[in-house]
């Protein structure tokens, strides 16, 4: 079946770059998504991929696609102490019922 | 963007008691909407997909008579632990998806759930 993964957890420095990184399983996923979770809160989208592209980038978020290795990633550049939370990459496909797929999440710790 | 809006945010029952969850859609109709579990620490679990005017279709593990789901209209389903017991005890979130092949999915707040 399905499977998304990520590494549990990442602490980095404020004003230093964030990496999170996301592996897959289903090559028929057409849409990859960060999602950034606070405390006690829903999810929020951060921003999302077509399977067709390669690099997406959003103000301070820049997003890898190597589909080849079934490999995404979320870099968030200049990373400040708000952006402490877990943050979670989840696939769907356009066919049925369009359900998601989530990772386990990685917990990043922002270091002031 | 578009509002998804769960009430109550917070819980407590007693053991044995029902208790109803309500996720709205609020600027946007939504003819699919999934709930999630969420145990400390760990991934969203999918229990189920909401389909208006249909069956909820539900993840293999999930009870349908324990966790019934209901999608009344466009902008509301209601998920109802019944019968529920402290192991039950969870953070719930549902998310609504726009529509059209681009949809996006967005989520509630989430229902922190104690059953004592």
Redesign the interface.
Known sequence: GEDVEQSLFLSVREGDSSVINCTYTDSSST?L?W?KQEP??????LT?I?SNMDMKQDQRLTVLLNKKDKHLSLRIADTQTGDSAIY?C?E?T?SG?????????T?LKVLA | ?AV?S?HPSRVICKSGTSVKIECRSLDFQAT?M?WYRQFP????M?MA?S?EGSKA?YEQGVEKDKFLINHASLTLSTLTVTSAHPEDSSFY?C?A?TGG??????????S?LTVL
Do not use: D, M, P
């Open positions: 849409y998504y999602y006690g809160a829903g999810l929020q989208l999302y077509f979670f989840a769907s356009l019922t369009y359900k998601y797929i989530f990772g386990t999440g917990r | 963007g998804v769960q699919t999934f620490k760990q991934s969203l999918l997909t389909n279709t979130i998310s998806r092949a681009a949809g996006e999915l967005f989520f509630g707040e989430g922190r």
